[in-house]
């Protein structure tokens, strides 16, 4: 799981769901979200890059983090 997060592109997202569906298996969206958090290290495997498919979902520094680091991001 973590190495398919670190290919999602600085200032692009995938959705828990699409990012299981990548791995073989849409109903593994759950497992996805707990591979998020149980992230070591949130910077160098991007999990904020990670959403829900009705809005940002959890990240484990919080959700404002999560806002910043997107901006950031998509502003390039």
Avoid at 3 to 28: F, V
């Amino acid at each position: 799981v973590w190495d398919r997060i670190c290919q999602i592109p600085s200032g692009a997202t995938r959705t828990y769901g699409s990012l299981a569906q990548s791995l073989g298996n849409k109903a593994l969206a759950r497992a996805v979200g707990q591979a998020c958090a149980a992230n070591p290290i949130a910077l160098l495997i991007p999990c904020h890059r990670v959403v829900g498919h009705t809005g940002l979902g959890g990240f484990a520094g919080g959700i404002d983090l999560k806002k910043q680091l997107l901006a950031l991001e998509m502003k390039g």
